[in-house]
């Protein structure tokens, strides 16, 4: 034999060419990015288009008298002024909640919330519209305002809902007042109550998650383009969810939905802020509608801030039963919850406070019990998960500051408390007494893993040493140790307990392979920067052995991407990730098939091999993936339909639970009350890890907006309802100076139940993360007997605490 | 978020600028590197009409060194200023204090002329000026008058300035070789105005505080110039007793508002620790 | 008002346009010069992402009026690449070191860093940190773009790049 065989790679080689599961693959979405040339619903620019922006209330709370929009009608460049009187006759001037409330899309008689949409000008660009938006004269006659949610309840309080006031029953049940939503509660009331009854040391605190905003880099925005003769409407926006929103569009437009062509294109962050639907969208899709020609709405940031989802507004009393010794016997908890003027909690149907029933943590206990009361406000509605999924930063906030005051109480170290009541890994799967079946975890090893990584028992002893050297008058720093140790529930969710409008909450993915070997994919999530397009080519090219770089990821456009529920709560992984290893299977079961026939055996006679099957025994006789493909479009078996390709609409069995330990450091000077975060240690455990690099910079990220929430970041309000620094000045988004370093670890336990084992990390980091931050400055003032210490965590507070401990002679 | 209309003038000397200004009256604004002035137009807080753009006129710029003065055209910006040698060496507090004020970006379009001119009393240059004991060249119809930063500020946003006036220089005495100096300022982060600020300059010889000037920046709806508080520093060591009083009496001065940076009793004590950080490092930094 | 006549240079191309006195750079590039790289993330100047090079400065262009910009250079991120597409060692950086997610800030963080190394081209990290902080990124944390930095930044100084230990 003179021909030279080629040079044959090993399995090993062959497989990290293919940029598979596990590697450091670099971004496929940074080619563009990087050039200026990403696609942003901004960068949309169609012909003859038009833009509209919003009239906003000035008041919290007020009757409208009158609207007089003649002078802005007038000037020229305006085509229209919408107002709730346009809408009333289409129906259009309240839109359905994804909570099962309705929301005024503009203001009908009443306004509920500073900035609240009273009236949509559509102009020729957008320096038309701002000056026409002047020209709208709205008479108000004030209201008396409620702002604060613990006297919404009050008998003589002010009916805000005037136009559910004779409806009391809601979505989840009867409403006890005009300003009352829900209540919602689970657990075992009287076996909690007992078990409260008996213990040694029962621990109390109302710990408040102030309200925040996601606050994407990118606000909320839209592109409507009716084409009337082909009663087709092409809606390019910022959607989390694109194919939720072409629904809820034809359910309130009553276009059917196939002519309705929902794109979301790039989007510049999300956090959970472009799950929900905005009146700017049913604005410019009326105007749209009514005026024949594309319409853009685009929010400045002070609309977003003030308008478009808050998050969290949860005043929770958390109580934890316990021996002496610190074994805890159970867990009561109330929420107040603050909604703003309408309910707009983008929450699975029937679970109005979302997942907060995961708030018994990483902990076994027998018994719980959570209740919660959710509240009309002269605020903006939302209630969405920012960066977590659905209130599950609440409940980790709560049972996290709860288990340090506990410890605090008992007089024991924090970490021991926590070690001592850990779930342990045998007793996974594991039936938490709020409901939710954990998938799996090992809790002990990764709080070790963290506790040698920080040199813990060395930072307790630093801290007793500075805590002398503080009473002696030596230093005016206070020393604080945050621990965090979280459970998250992702994943939502399997279709027994999870739709969205009645919408099961599967996921997607359709996967076909080109005659070349080559394939595209589509998925019914939708990437916000999570890099998508990197990392489901390498489940692809593992489970497929195609090389990523030939596998093309497509999202967004709800033309060619299979339904799928978007993406938020950490759900791509767990439910599209899932579909997508489902599908490549289907694919690579047929491929067999093919292979079989080509080389004329059984298909029990093959393995699998990287990118290939081979017959056993005769490595040398084999078909690779790229043959099998051209072989399935030119020489298909008999029987078997040509082609290679296949969907999955995944309705995962159960969610997943990934946890993780974080530790801070953190010196505050008493003197300003400016906290420095000295060192942040982060360990997570995601399950299987699809891209490191990708893990890492989702965590770094998480880790800062945590560290923003924690300590500064805040919605505030003044007592006329007055909206407060809706502006990127006061809202705080720390700099590269102010932003910690962040060091990353991880251990991994695969979820049992999804076909690759992953579970989502995208959001662990912001939920635990905050927890952390606010132990830690809670940790810092501790010995001093400061009591439980509300976020946000800014100087000026900080140095209340100290004023009130009197630090500051 | 988006302007009203205007009408742009870009002259190319300052007479012709004085000269647009009084034609043009109230609805005329001088426009420098536009990073207060812009904002406010976006939110339509501000609506002029007219703008005269003054980056054309190539006088208002640069550092130069006049007698004992150092005299620094109104449109420097700060970027230059933290590059100047010369200000380096005869006036570190002026780099030290451009360095905090907003971001990168801001500094290389915003100016010492504006900055002191706005009357925004978050604004670091006016405390600074006062601290340093500057005053300010206003140019106008009737030719050039000096006004001392110290009693150029009436209130937040009202100042000496009178209309078809422009700041076109500001002068500044450099203070003896071997003089402490710092500027401490406290904000939430990059890019924010003081929750408090304090510039100090002092001197010292043979251990004792020989003179002292101080600004107070954003506590008050003007900058502050602690006259008393410096006077109590002169004669002592800058021991604690020193910086207790003096503290005590810039407190006493102050009268900050309530904002997101914190309620009024808040900052008047940082305006305090602003204060006593400042003393410190300027005395550790003083030749004696 | 009269709209005005400008003349620039925008990546190198001679510009000629009219525009409204008030039209603000930003929209002046992406709306008339379809230059939709840098981007609008807050309006008041705080968040850099419609951060473009003018004449050897960093501005951010949401807060400077196209008018102003007359007779002036402007470099955007569309003109850093060479033109043979070979990305810039910044864009390189920011790619290798995944210093970006989301890419909303990207454009004018490149442009920052690009003008930052230009005046500082060894930096080191606390000075990368202060050079970028009037950019904000909501996304990474900026722990990675401080890296991609210090890539290019290795990279433009022909020295090998080698990651600080964490």
Known sequence: MNVQAPIELTSAERAEKLQGMGCKRKRVEDIRFTQGKGNYVDDVKLPGMLFGDFVRSSHAHARIKSIDTSKAKALPGVLAVLTAADLKPLNLHYMPTLAGDVQAVLADEKVLFQNQEVAFVVAKDRYIAADAIELVEVEYEPLPVLVDPFKALEPDAPLLREDIKDKMTGAHGPRKHHNHIFFWDIGDKDGTDEAFAKADVVSKDMFTYHRVHPSPLETCQCVASMDKIKGELTLWGTFQAPHVIRTVVSLISGLPEHKIHVIAPDIGGGFGNKVGAYSGYVCAVVASIVLGVPVKWVEDRMENLSTTSFARDYHMTTELAATKDGKILAMRCHVLADHGAFDACADPSKWPAGFMNICTGSYDMPVAYLSVDGVYTNKASGGVAYRCSFRVTEAVYAIERAIETLAQRLGMDSADLRIKNFIQPEQFPYHAPLGWEYDSGNYPLAMKKAMDAVGYRALRAEQKQKQEAFKRGETRELMGIGISFFTEIVGAGPSKNCDILGVAMFDSAEIRIHPTGSIIARMGTKSQGQGHETTYAQIIATELGIPADDIMIEEGNTDTAPYGLGTYGSRSTPTAGAATAVAARKIKAKAQMIAAHLLEVHEGDLEWDVDRFRVKGLPEKFKTMKEIAWASYNSPPPNLEPGLEAVNYYDPPNMTYPFGAYFCVMDIDVDTGVAKTRRFYALDDCGTRINPMIIEGQVHGGLTEAFAVAMGQEIRYDEQGNVMGASFMDFFLPTAVETPKWETDYTVTPSPHHPIGAKGVGESPHVGGVPCFSNAVNDAFAFLNAGHIQMPHDAWRLWKVGERLGLHV | MIPGSFDYHRPKSVADAVALLVKLGEDARPLAGGHSLIPMMKTRLATPEHLVDLRAIGDLKGIREEGGDIVIGAMTTQHTLIGSDLLAAKLPIIRETSLLIADPQIRYMGTIGGNAANGDPGNDMPALMQCLGASYELTGPNGVRRVAAREFYQAAYFTALETGEILTAIRIPVPPVGHGYAYEKLKRKIGDYATAAAAVVLTMSGGKCTSASIGLTNVADTPLWAEEAANALVGTALDKAALDKAVALAEAITSPAADGRGPAEYRTKMAGVMLRRAAERAKSRAKN | ?166
């Open chain 3, 1 to 166: 008002m009269a709209k005005a006549h400008i003349e620039l240079t925008i990546n190198g191309q001679p510009v000629e346009a009219l525009v409204e006195p008030r039209t603000l750079l930003i929209h002046f590039i992406r709306e008339q010069q379809n230059l939709t790289g840098a981007h609008i993330g807050c309006d008041t100047s705080h968040c850099g992402a419609c951060t473009v090079d003018l004449d050897g400065m960093s501005v951010k262009s949401c807060t400077t009026f196209a008018i102003q910009a007359n007779g002036s250079s402007i470099t955007t991120v569309e003109g850093m690449a060479a033109a043979d597409g070979t990305l810039s060692a910044l864009q390189e950086g920011f790619r290798m070191m995944h210093g970006l997610q989301c890419g909303y800030c990207t454009p004018g963080m490149i442009m920052r860093s690009h003008r930052l190394l230009q005046e500082n081209p060894n930096p080191t990290e606390e000075e990368i940190r202060f050079g970028i902080a009037g950019n904000l990124c909501r996304c990474t944390g900026y722990q990675n773009i401080v890296k991609a930095i210090q890539y290019a930044a290795a990279k433009i100084n022909g020295v090998p790049f080698q990651e600080a230990a964490e």
